[in-house]
């Protein structure tokens, strides 16, 4: 087979990415490792940046975001057992952010390449990218027991922390920045009225907690746990009480999470990463494949769909004026960003968990610092404006 850009991951990234080249009219293919279903339904990311929707509508795939997205303008900090409010418009100019789940943004992405685009390949899993520097690049990859290559003219790794084109990169180009945190999150899904109309983000001497919304009936809620924990350690009753602990509130007692039946429950761990350059020859990554970040301040969705925005405007320029600008400015351009983001998800992260070797001084070093975010414009705007998302270059 051979296309223009060859696509690996059928993720958020792979998936934008497909979308915004097919309404370009570039030729290219996404070969997906997973099935539909389970890429459908793989639970992650929920909050949208002002941005990500705007970029998501403008490539004709935010009709049912608009309809069944719930626009946030601002969210509640809890700590000292305290309620504190960060309102984004007047902080920010106007932005606020969607509440639209990932698995949501996947189908709709889905469903209109299906319906319109190119080809989508589920059970196909990369095995090699090759030729990267060549002006010929072949993928290899595995689809109905059989090996089969993709030669294409560029290749896009939107393949997830876990995939194969980053290794394409050779090691002697390649620079890794790393960082692990000493805790995770246990994150549920639960049928179950969001009794709160904002997102809260608590901080507590129990450690961190964070409730979130799917839908008006849906509730997603995480909790800090220690790393290696078994989510089995955790029964549903044990998850509920810990929640309304870590945001009890003094001045109102009786505060409590409305409760239901749990439908997913899973640890996941943290950690800080970026590959640079993100270009090597035609080979360029995008979303999770080149970083990673701590899920406090829900920047990596948001990061993948800036990622691909900024390509396909570069390959785009290319195909209209020849010039290859673009696409030689695109690692250093989504690097800014990519470092503005993990530094804001660094920044979210310390300041509201409990880090096991904490010390008191450091604790009131997090409370200092909440208290300043809840009490000054500038602190609170700084919030405001990394959270609801910083505008594209032009
Ligand atoms: P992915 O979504 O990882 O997609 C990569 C795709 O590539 C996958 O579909 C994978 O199957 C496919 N693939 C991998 N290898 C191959 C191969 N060899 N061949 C073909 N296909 C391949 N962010 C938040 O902001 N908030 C959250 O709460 C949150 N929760 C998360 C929970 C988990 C468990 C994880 C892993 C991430 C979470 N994130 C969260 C981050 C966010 O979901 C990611 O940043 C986002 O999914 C990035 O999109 P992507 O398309 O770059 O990568
Ligand atoms: C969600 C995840 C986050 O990491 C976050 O900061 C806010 C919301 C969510 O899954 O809804």
Known sequence: ??????????????????????????????LERRDRAYVEQRQRAGILEQQTADTLRAAGAGARMDREGLVHHGIELRFDRGAHRVDFPSLTGGRGVVVYAQTEVVKDLIALRLADGGPLCFDAEVRAVEGVTSDRPVIHYRHEAEDRT????????????HGVAREAVPASVRTTYERDYPYSWLGILAQAAPVYDELIYAHSARGFALASVRSPTVSRLYLQVPN???????????????????????????????????TAKAVLPMRSHVTEPMRHGR?????????????????????????????????????????????????????????????FSYLMTTTLHTDPAHSPFDTRLQLAQLARLATSPHAAADLADNYTGLPLPR
């Open 150 to 161: 993709l030669t294409c003219d560029y290749v896009v790794g939107c393949d997830g922390f």
């Open 283 to 343: 080979l360029f990554l995008a979303g999770d494949a080149a970083h990673i970040v701590p899920p406090t301040g829900a920047k990596g969705l948001n990061l993948a769909a800036a990622d691909v925005t900024v390509l396909a405007r570069a390959l785009i320029h290319q195909r209209d004026t020849g010039s290859a600008d673009l696409l030689d400015a695109y690692s250093d351009t989504c690097l800014r960003r990519v470092w503005r983001a993990e530094h």
């Open 228 to 262: 290696g924990t078994d989510p089995a350690a955790w029964p549903d009753e044990r998850v509920w009480d810990e929640l309304d602990a870590r945001f009890a509130l003094d001045d109102d007692p009786t505060w409590k999470l409305e409760r239901g039946p749990v």
């Open 1 to 30: 087979m051979r296309t223009t850009v060859g696509i690996i991951g059928g993720g958020p990234a792979g998936l934008l990415l497909g979308r915004l080249l097919d309404n370009a009219g570039i030729d290219n293919v996404v």
